[in-house]
């Protein structure tokens, strides 16, 4: 800027202007920053709390942005890093290209968007403990604090982690396979937790270096950066892909980690605060998704299941038998039923069939029948985000139960599964299997169970499921959108 402006729009005082007149000025304008930064703080943390709650996450999501916005506005203009045109250009850019993202992402592939957002957000922190550290290594006059040199290699190392692990998760959600194996499976190197561990403490050694004799450690900054990737890959790799959901949780903490980590090497009080916020509702996140499916963080860490098996597209069983309905005949028992539960899984939202599903549900409750929707505490946030769908498509709140409908099920005429797989998967309950003890929608004990499926594939966890041959299921194959919307048809013609 030129003449007498400012950035963030204070005026300078004139040249001739008395010192106290200047001094008082710029306290002003760092008071205004101070406030700036408060209001920034209050409105993550505004945001983050109605985030918990559907009825209030969009508004939530509208606070954090400005908040953030506010942030960025007033770091680089308090730092004087660039001018207002160039923090303009930034803007647009990104508004564009997370508009591009927001318009084009379908909701089924949210939780790969989310894992990459998380490795750049972790990127962004490495990138910035780089350039600081450069900025004191090059700066022979003025020592800094011991403190930042270890948030600095700190910053290094979670953020790279983060980025290389994000990446491998996005990978593994996408679907990408490397020559021909699917990168969702499970990949483990002879004694592979060993060398992550030597890896660790290569990081650890490293930032040692950084910190001591910060002088003459360029390398070590620039090894610690490479090997930390590395291990941020070795992490991730040996996870399958039914455990992704609460990956993508922790490197979501991890991201808002190395956020603060950065903030404490900056001294930037409204980074450290929103890192924090970050890093502690994705740990609790994570904590609480690791209890829904009945296992701690270390084994899911340690490497899951996650196999892919069978021939995509397979109706047949060998010499088992699976029973089948069209939607005809579907129609004529859930006419009869009195209390219905809806299991939505994945398959709905790649088939973008809860409005179908909604109008289904609510023509079953006009005829006098109980319909609620059985929501997995883990399967519902991702990847398929059944109350985001469900929300979207107006299904009552109150008709959305968790677990608690286990406790009916054996009361229950039609369990209607719409794409759901490894939650309802009875095979979870019998000691030994790769998802024993993983809760589960105890389906198989109602009356009737329909399985609204494309094939008999396994889910994300990659074994089959016993639910598809037992004597009280039926399978309705087809797309789960035009199979519920046939339905819906045949209820209404009746």
């Known amino acids: 800027m030129t003449g007498t402006m400012t950035l963030l729009g204070a005026a300078t005082l004139p040249a001739t202007a008395p010192v106290s007149a200047a001094v008082g000025g710029a306290e ?22 109605m985030m918990s709650h559907p009825r209030t996450a969009r508004r939530g999501n509208r606070l954090s942005a400005i908040g953030m916005l506010i ?30 993202l927001a318009i084009r992402v379908k909701m089924t592939g949210m939780p790969q968007m989310v894992g990459m957002l998380n490795g750049f957000g972790g990127l962004a922190s490495a990138v910035v403990a780089l350039a600081e550290f450069l900025r004191v290594y090059l700066d022979r006059q003025h020592d800094p604090r011991v403190d930042t040199l270890v948030t600095i290699a700190l910053s290094a190392l979670i953020g790279m982690v983060t980025f290389t692990g994000s990446m491998i998760a996005f990978g593994k959600l996408e679907g990408w396979k490397v020559r021909g194996v699917p990168l969702s499976n499970p990949f483990l190197l002879p004694s592979h937790h060993l060398l992550s561990v030597v890896l660790l403490l290569a990081c650890i050694g490293l930032g040692a270096v950084v910190t001591l004799n910060y002088q003459h450690a360029l390398w070590a900054i620039i090894v610690l950066n490479i090997l930390a990737g590395i291990l941020g890959v070795m992490v991730v790799v040996p996870i399958g892909g039914a455990d992704m959901p609460v990956v993508i949780s922790l490197l979501n903490s991890y991201s808002g980690l190395a956020a603060m980590t950065t903030g404490f090497a900056l001294d930037n009080y409204c980074l450290i605060i929103s890192g924090s916020l970050v890093g502690a509702s994705g740990i609790i996140l994570t904590r609480i998704m690791c209890q829904a499916m009945n296992r701690s963080l270390l ?39 009195q209390k219905i539960f809806i299991i939505p899984g994945y398959g709905m939202a790649v088939a973008q069939a809860q409005h179908a599903v909604a109008e289904l549900a609510d023509l079953l409750r006009k005829r006098g029948a109980d319909v609620r929707f059985g929501i997995h505490p883990v399967a519902g946030r991702m990847p398929g985000h059944m109350n985001v769908l469900l929300a979207e498509a107006n299904v009552p709140y ?52 329909m399985v609204c499926k494309r094939s008999l594939n396994p889910g994300f966890a990659g074994i089959e499921n016993e639910l598809f041959f037992m004597p009280n299921t039926v399978m309705l194959f087809g797309d789960a959108k035009k199979m519920v919307t046939s339905i819906v048809s045949e209820l209404k013609n009746r």
Do not use: H
Not at 28 to 49: D, E, H, N, P, Q
Not at 305 to 327: N, P
Not at 398 to 408: G, K, T
């Open 28 to 49: 002003w304008v760092r008071l205004g920053i101070t406030f700036a930064y408060l209001v920034s703080a209050a409105l993550f943390i505004f945001g983050l709390k």
């Open 71 to 100: 942030a960025i506005v007033v770091t680089l203009g308090d730092k004087d890093i660039v001018s207002l045109y160039v923090i303009a250009a930034g803007l647009i850019v990104g508004a564009v290209i997370g508009a591009f």
């Open 299 to 337: 084994n899911v860490v340690a490497g899951g299941f996650g196999q892919e098996i069978t021939a995509a597209g397979a109706t047949t069983a060998g010499d088992r038998t699976v029973r089948s309905m069209d939607a005809e005949e579907a129609a004529m028992v859930l006419e009869a039923a």
């Open 398 to 449: 109150d008709l959305l139960s968790d677990l608690e409908l286990n406790s009916e099920m054996e009361q229950c005429d039609v369990a209607l599964v719409i794409g759901a797989n490894d939650v309802v998967n009875p095979d979870a309950r019998r000691q030994g299997s790769q998802i024993y003890g993983m809760p589960i929608f105890d389906v198989d004990k109602a009356r009737t169970v």
